[in-house]
């Protein structure tokens, strides 16, 4: 499949992993502490994975989870920073959305889960993406 094919499908992933990510956080119901808290935090994984793969097609799906992983961790420790400049950031929904407002440990667990869902839809979308490429002689 075309780069361009591919196109519109991967933008309506990534306009659903918005929608279900932001609506964890409106989520009432059952278990609704822990969609506050925690189901956002894999969806956030997944939709960074899936938004690099799709940049980033030459680039492995493992090292693009890896690499959001890592980075999504900086940003948990981030949280224990509060200066003015981040506090303001903070202090409306998209900067809490994507900065987080409070350090938690169990999030590590979340992103880890998000990563590897990330990880393997990456290379489901894209399956040639980990195949080694072996140069024509």
């Known amino acids: 499949m075309k780069r361009f094919d591919r196109g519109l499908p991967l933008m309506y992933l990534l306009a659903a992993l918005v929608l279900v990510g932001v609506g964890t956080k409106f989520?009432?119901?059952?278990?609704?502490?822990?969609?506050h808290n925690y189901a956002g935090g894999i969806i956030y994984e997944i939709f960074w994975i899936v938004l690099f793969g799709a940049l980033f097609s030459r680039v492995s799906a493992?090292?693009?989870a890896l690499s959001v992983f890592?980075?999504?961790?900086?940003?948990?420790?981030?949280q224990l920073w509060r200066p003015p400049f981040l506090e303001i950031l903070r202090s409306n929904f998209f900067g809490r959305a994507l900065l987080g407002n409070g350090f938690d440990r169990w999030d590590f667990i979340y992103y880890a889960i998000g990563s590897t869902l990330g990880w393997a839809l990456c290379r489901?979308?894209?399956?040639r993406r980990n195949v080694e490429h072996v140069p024509r002689a």
């Open 70 to 78: 890592v980075v999504t961790c900086g940003l948990e420790f981030l």
């Open 62 to 64: 493992g090292r693009i």
């Open 27 to 35: 989520y009432r119901g059952r278990f609704e502490t822990w969609f």
């Open 124 to 127: 489901r979308i894209s399956p």
